[in-house]
C-alpha cells in the first residue's frame, strides 16, 4: 500500500496534527541558528584581544556576515526551490555548525572573515526554505501566526545565544552543581552541537509535501488544501518541483520590489537596536554602560511581543474580514506609522522612562509589522516562494548593513539625538511602500494581467 492509499483510507478519522510539530521545528531552526549566529557578541572583546585585531577590523568582521547572508539570499532560495526544503536546510544547518565549528580555531583576522563569510552563506537559505514549507504545510488562514512565531524565536534565539554564551565564558552553577567557565573557543564549539542535532531529526522526519509524509491523513490535508479564507482572489497553478523561478515576471513586478523595499526599511530599523541603541543611550542620553545594557534589551522584549501577536491579529482579521488587503496591508500600515510616530515622539521626551516606553511600544508596532512582511512574501510567492523570499531577505539584508554605517557617521559628527528622527522616517517609508502594495493575487498574476 502507497503513502496515498493510506491517506485515502484514512479520511474518516480526525485530523492529525503534522503540520503543527512542522511549524516546532521551523521555530526552532530559527532559534537555534540565532544562537549560533549571534555566538560572536559576547567575546568579541575577548576574540580581538587573543587574536590582536583593531575595532575597525572587529567591525569588518561583524559586517562580513551580513553581505554574505545577503548576497545569498536569491542563490539560497533557487537550492530550496530545487532541492526541496529536507535535503537544503538539512545542509544548510551541517554548514553553519562547520562555519560555528571554525570560529573556535580561527588563528588571525582572514580566518575569522572567512567563518564568518560562510555563516552567511549558509545561514542565507534558513527564511527562503521556511517560508515555502509554509506555503506547503499550512493553510493561508495559518501563515500570519507562523510568521509571527518565525520572527519571535529569532529574537528568542538571540537571547538565549548571548545570555548562554555569558555563562559559559564566567562558569555558573547548578543547585549543587559547579560548572567551570570555558574558553571562547570552547564556547564556539559547544554552539556547533544543536544545530547538527536538529539537522538529523529533520532530514529523518520532515518531508517536502504533506502528501508525502507518513504522518498526515486526508484529514489534515483537507485542512491544508481545503478551500482558502480568501475565495476570491485566484490561486496560482500548481507547477513541477524545481522548475525554474519566472524571473522576468519577478524582477518586472512593481508589488515585488514594494515587498523588498518595506522589507529594507525595516531591516535597517531593526539593526539599529542591535547595534548602535547601546551607544544612542550612553552618549545621547547619559546612560551609564551597565544600565544601558538592560535598557536596551526593553525594545527588543517587545519586538518579540508584537511578532507573536502580530500573526494572530493577521490571521484573525483575514477570518473576520476574508481580506488580504485589510489583514495584510491594512495591518502593516497602521503599524509602521505607529512606530514612527512613537519613535518620533521619543526624540522631544527628555524624561527617560517616558522615552523608553515610547521606543519600547514603538518596536512592538516594528513587530506586529514583522509578521505582515513575511505572510504577504508567502501570499504573493505562489508556487515559487523561496526565490522570491530570499529577494526580499537580500533587500532587507542589505538595509541591516547599510544602516549601522549610516549611524557611525551621524554619532562621529554628535548627531546622537538626531538618530531617533531618522528612525521614524525609515518607518514611515516603510510604511509608503506598504499603501503602494497590491496584497493580493501573486506577483505572477500581477505582471501577466499587465502585459494582456
Known sequence: MTDQDELKTDSQGPA????????????????????????????????????????TQMGWVMSAFFWSYALSQIPSGWVGHVWGTRRALTCFAILWSVATAMMGVVVGFWTLILARLIFGISQAGIFPCSANTISKWLPESGRGLASGLLGSFMSIGSAVGTFVMGMLLVGFTVGEISIPAVTWRMGMWIFAVPSVIWAVWFFYWFRDRPEEHRGVNAAELEKIRGVPAVTKEGTAEPVAPGEPAPWGLILTSFSMWMICGQQFFRAAGYIFYTTFFPTYLQEGRGI????????????????????????????????????????????????????????????????MTLAMTLISVSMFFAGLGGACGYTVTIDKGGQHVAPIFGMMNMMGNLGAALLPVVVGMMFDAGLYGTVLILMAGIYVSAALCWMLLNPNGTVFDETRSERT
Open 288 to 351: 551609564s554602560v551597565a544600565s544601558s545594557g538592560i535598557l536596551a534589551s526593553l525594545p527588543l522584549l517587545t519586538f518579540v511581543v508584537g511578532n507573536f501577536l502580530g500573526g494572530i491579529v493577521v490571521d484573525w482579521v483575514l477570518q473576520r474580514t476574508g481580506s488580504r488587503r485589510w489583514s495584510r496591508q491594512g495591518v502593516a500600515i497602521v503599524a509602521m506609522l505607529g512606530c514612527g510616530l512613537c519613535t518620533l515622539c521619543a526624540y522631544f521626551v527628555q524624561e
Open 16 to 55: 492529525t496534527r503534522a503540520r503543527f510539530l512542522v511549524l516546532t521545528l521551523l521555530c526552532l531552526v530559527a532559534a537555534v541558528a540565532y544562537i549560533s549566529r549571534n555566538a560572536i557578541a559576547v567575546p568579541a572583546k575577548l576574540i580581538q584581544e587573543e587574536l590582536d585585531i583593531s575595532l
